[in-house]
Nanobody, 124 residues
Framework: QVQLVESGGGLVQAGGSLRLSCAASGRAFSSCNVAWFRQAPGKEREFVAALRWDFRILYYADSVKGRFTISRDNPRNTMYPQMNSLKPEDTAVYYC?????????????????WGQGTQVTVSS
């Protein structure tokens, strides 16, 4: 069992940066693939980035490629996206997710563990 708690959201101007954190509890975290998703009002939950448990596979959505960087610190049971050059369309609730599947998924229903979400608002 893995429990996830996000933090670090807030209000930022367009072009600015934010670093979110996702703290995990449970010994299984280091063997989990991890991912970030986001959901804007009135829209479906959208894939942002994913990283395999051994760091060997890394995916980004086209909309964030070159601006966002996902990382993890297994000894500290924490994962991060560093979000740079933020745009108003990045405004959403951001969720971290984890899963012990062999495949690094880009769809939300493949992930078993979820955080509660943290709001990111980018003003123009």
């Amino acid at each position: 069992q893995v429990q996830l708690v996000e933090s670090g959201g807030g209000l930022v101007q367009a072009g600015g940066s934010l670093r979110l954190s996702c703290a995990a509890s449970g010994r299984a975290f280091s063997s989990c693939n991890v991912a970030w998703f986001r959901q804007a009002p009135g829209k479906e939950r959208e894939f942002v980035a994913a990283l395999r448990w051994d760091f060997r596979i890394l995916y980004y959505a086209d909309s964030v490629k070159g601006r966002f960087t996902i990382s993890r610190d297994n000894p500290r049971n924490t994962m991060y996206p560093q979000m740079n050059s933020l745009k108003p369309e990045d405004t959403a609730v951001y969720y971290c997710a984890a899963d012990q599947s062999l495949i690094v998924a880009k769809t939300a229903n493949e992930y078993d563990y979820w955080g509660q979400g943290t709001q990111v608002t980018v003003s123009s």
